[in-house]
Nanobody, 128 residues
């Protein structure tokens, strides 16, 4: 079973940047569409971004468009989330997960029940 491990979180000031990594510790993630989700304290988990298995298609939630960029390097078995112009409202635990279907159109709604192989999460805190 695919196992994913997130890293790269931390404390950053508003306007700053972070790059999160999602690495596969078992098997390859090259055949999986991978999404990033986040969960802020007291809020439901929300989908943030999605990248297709070969990287040709991406999708973002409106609140991060123009600030976050998802990419992947299948040779390194890793997916990245570059987060720029961070805002306090971006503070959350960030998770990566693999879509349970190879049909990209079924993954784009970023419903968390369509995903599996969840990582343990990495904390991102945006604060001055």
């Amino acid at each position: 079973q695919l196992q994913l491990v997130e890293s790269g979180g931390g404390l950053v000031q508003p306007g700053g940047s972070l790059r999160l990594s999602c690495a596969a510790s078992t098997l390859t993630l090259a055949y999986s569409h991978i999404a990033w989700f986040r969960q802020a304290p007291g809020k439901e988990r929300e989908g943030v971004s999605l990248i297709s298995s070969q990287g040709g298609e991406t999708n973002y939630v409106d609140s991060v468009k123009g600030r976050f960029t998802v990419s992947r390097d299948n040779a390194k078995n890793t997916v990245y989330l570059q987060m720029d112009s961070l805002k306090p409202e971006d503070t959350a635990v960030y998770y990566c997960a693999a879509c349970l279907t190879p049909l990209f159109r079924r993954c784009v709604e970023l419903r968390d029940n369509a995903y599996g192989s969840w990582g343990q999460g990495t904390q991102v805190t945006v604060s001055s």
